[in-house]
């Protein structure tokens, strides 16, 4: 079993629905985070989570939320969704004690009509 | 503020060939640096870390990776590539306390030809 898993792997919506998107993580790591991947943009930082009650925006958090329901998990929502959110969406996992070696989930791809 | 440029958007080499895959970085003081290699429709496999010590590092698959302090450099590398190493290639800088956050590159795709 992946040590960081994400549901769904696919999905499609439409525009304007609420979509949410779930990451659990088996590691133990204190620190959690969504990556949105767009070609020829690379990873981009959507919000990360450095403990239970830590919320902090990245870069790119505008028509995102997340919730950090435990140590383990941590997930992403859109409240209204637009086409332009259709991209492939990474939860990933570190720990501040090993380096912060960034340990990813496989990937959820999300398509929105 | 940290910063990785990738300054190659493709390369393309012929299976059997070696492999040099750019990575610069910006931060201001001793780095962690990282490489990940993305498969097509996979998840993101680290493949190396370098974060003090020798500066040239062994990973997986046969990849190793040289930290160069003086050109802000930590390219990946691969004497002989094999067609099963086409992927996305990112590199990723971070640093040591509790506030630092990886910045990835834009990403090198590996075009392999037989």
């Known amino acids: 079993d992946a040590d960081v898993t994400q549901t769904p792997r696919n999905r499609i919506t439409k525009t304007g629905k609420r979509i949410m998107l779930e990451c659990s993580q088996t590691k133990g790591h204190d620190r959690m985070y969504w990556y949105r991947q767009d070609p020829g943009l690379g990873l981009r930082l959507i919000y990360y989570s450095f403990d239970v009650k830590d919320i902090n925006k990245g870069e790119i958090s505008d028509g995102y939320s997340v919730s950090r329901q435990a140590q383990a998990k941590f997930s992403l929502s859109l409240e209204s969704a637009i086409p332009n959110q259709t991209a492939l969406y990474f939860c990933a996992t570190s720990d501040v004690n090993r380096e912060n070696t960034i340990y990813f989930g496989e990937g959820s791809w999300l398509t929105v009509v | ?114």
């Open chain 2, 1 to 114: 503020a940290q910063s990785v440029t990738q300054p190659d958007i493709h390369i393309t080499v012929s299976e059997g060939a070696s492999l040099e895959l750019r990575c610069n970085y910006s931060y201001g003081a001793t780095p962690y640096l990282f490489w990940y290699v993305q498969s097509p429709g996979q998840g993101l496999q680290l493949l190396l870390k370098y974060f003090s010590g020798d500066t040239l590092v062994q990973g997986i698959k046969g990849f190793e990776a040289e930290f160069k302090r003086s050109q802000s450099s930590f390219n990946l590398r691969k004497p002989s590539v094999h067609w099963s190493d086409a992927a996305e290639y990112f590199c990723a800088v971070g640093g040591p306390g509790g506030s630092y956050i990886p910045t990835f590159g834009r990403g090198t795709s590996l075009i392999v030809h037989p």
